[in-house]
């Protein structure tokens, strides 16, 4: 099958609404119902950035897949470092296992290590993201301040050393709990 992965566009909103309920339907550990409206929330944060959300488009530019990466902050007693969160992907029912979801998670990857981040975390139950070498964040000593198992809470270093005596807690911005910013 071939597809391409890019940038959003706000055409593309509407499949990606679709594609997010379909592919948290009968998803039980990894949903709570709200994620259709958190990727709304997280559009209009402050710290949105267009680059970090990515669509793939089969041959006929049909949207298949979603993905929404968002800044977050790692911080502890000895200080604070931005890091990256995929908060969201999506590949409908039809496209999944063709390496679609994989693609959108290299793609993000990369925009963060070219934007200058030392590493990418995901919260997900299934085997997704282990099998693209996500490893659990208490392994750095990096702990979650979300209510998730320990095992769900998953990070990436995106160089060596990158996370090298960098421990502490992942803060998440307010509109990821379903806070709008009230900033006018």
Request: no cysteine; aromatic share 10%; net charge negative.
């Amino acid at each position: 099958m071939k597809f391409s992965v890019e940038t959003i566009d706000r055409k593309d909103y509407a499949a990606v609404r679709s594609i997010i309920a379909d592919s948290y339907k009968n998803d039980g550990p990894n949903t709570d119902g709200d994620e259709v409206d958190m990727v709304d929330r997280l559009r209009e944060s402050e710290g949105y950035n267009d680059q970090f959300e990515v669509v793939a488009k089969d041959d006929n530019h049909k949207v298949i897949g979603h993905a929404l990466m968002v800044p977050a902050t790692v911080k502890s007693v000895h200080g604070k470092f931005p890091i990256v969160s995929i908060v969201e992907i999506g590949v409908l029912h039809s496209d999944r296992n063709d390496g679609v979801g994989q693609a959108m998670v290299i793609e993000l990857e990369t925009r963060a290590r070219l934007a200058g981040y030392r590493a990418v975390s995901a919260i997900d139950n299934s085997d997704f993201f282990f099998k693209n070498n996500y490893v659990p964040a208490d392994n750095f000593d990096i702990l979650p301040t979300v209510n998730v198992d320990f095992n769900a809470n998953l990070i990436k270093p995106l160089y060596d050393g990158a996370l090298f005596n960098k421990g502490g807690k992942i803060y998440y911005p307010e509109e990821f709990f379903g806070v709008r910013s009230t900033n006018y």
